[in-house]
């Protein structure tokens, strides 16, 4: 499994980068998005205030569940390097430049696909201040992605390797996502 010996490198750098930043330790955030419960991908990320107005955020997702005819097995990553707006880090707008990598092995009724697909996107947001430890984030962003899958139906036999690449524009992060901010 290739990608996942390449996640766990960008996961390892990008910890590394954090770590070399500076971080404010008074300024690490635990959270977990919502909408993506709602597909059951079980999700967890950690946001590192990096400046005043900028933070690195890393989500990691996965899905190992069959739901009747709707296989949606996935492991995603995602890192974003994050500008804040506002004089409060951490709170108001912001915007990012996030990157995209996961391993999927869907089936949708008849249709199988199989691979993997990274890329990279821009987002914004917004955080909704709760409390002095609580938020709440609304995050969209578009980006493009590409992939590389084997892709067949039900009665087909399944490809040796991948039959099917491209690049496609895609949504790339949709998200309402409870914080915690520890100080």
């Given at each position: 499994?290739?990608?996942?010996?390449?996640?766990?490198?960008?996961?390892?750098?990008?910890?590394?980068?954090?770590?070399?930043?500076?971080?404010?330790?008074?300024?690490?955030?635990?959270?977990?998005?919502?909408?993506?419960?709602?597909?059951?991908?079980?999700?967890?990320?950690?946001?590192?205030?990096?400046?005043?107005?900028?933070?690195?955020?890393?989500?990691?997702?996965?899905?190992?569940?069959?739901?009747?005819?709707?296989?949606?097995?996935?492991?995603?990553?995602?890192?974003?390097?994050?500008?804040?707006?506002?004089?409060?880090?951490?709170?108001?707008?912001?915007?990012?430049?996030?990157?995209f990598a996961s391993a999927y092995d869907l089936h949708l009724k008849s249709r199988h696909y199989n691979?993997?697909?990274?890329?990279?996107?821009?987002?914004?947001?917004?955080?909704?201040?709760?409390?002095?430890?609580?938020?709440?984030?609304?995050?969209?962003?578009?980006?493009?992605?590409?992939?590389?899958?084997?892709?067949?139906?039900?009665?087909?036999?399944?490809?040796?390797?991948?039959?099917?690449?491209?690049?496609?524009?895609?949504?790339?992060?949709?998200?309402?996502?409870?914080?915690?901010?520890?100080?």
């Amino acid at each position: 499994m290739p990608f996942f010996n390449k996640l766990k490198c960008s996961l390892l750098a990008l910890a590394l980068a954090a770590g070399a930043g500076g971080v404010q330790a008074q300024r690490v955030a635990v959270k977990t998005n919502a909408l993506y419960w709602l597909t059951t991908s079980p999700n967890l990320g950690v946001e590192f205030r990096m400046s005043r107005h900028i933070s690195l955020n890393i989500e990691a997702a996965g899905n190992p569940f069959t739901i009747k005819d709707y296989k949606l097995r996935h492991a995603t990553f995602n890192p974003e390097l994050r500008y804040w707006f506002s004089a409060r880090p951490q709170a108001g707008h912001f915007v990012g430049l996030m990157g995209f990598a996961s391993a999927y092995d869907l089936h949708l009724k008849s249709r199988h696909y199989n691979g993997d697909a990274y890329g990279v996107g821009l987002t914004y947001g917004y955080s909704f201040v709760l409390s002095k430890h609580w938020s709440m984030e609304a995050t969209a962003g578009l980006g493009v992605l590409r992939y590389r899958e084997k892709k067949y139906r039900d009665g087909e036999q399944t490809p040796n390797g991948v039959n099917h690449t491209g690049f496609a524009p895609a949504p790339t992060k949709l998200g309402l996502t409870f914080v915690y901010i520890f100080k």
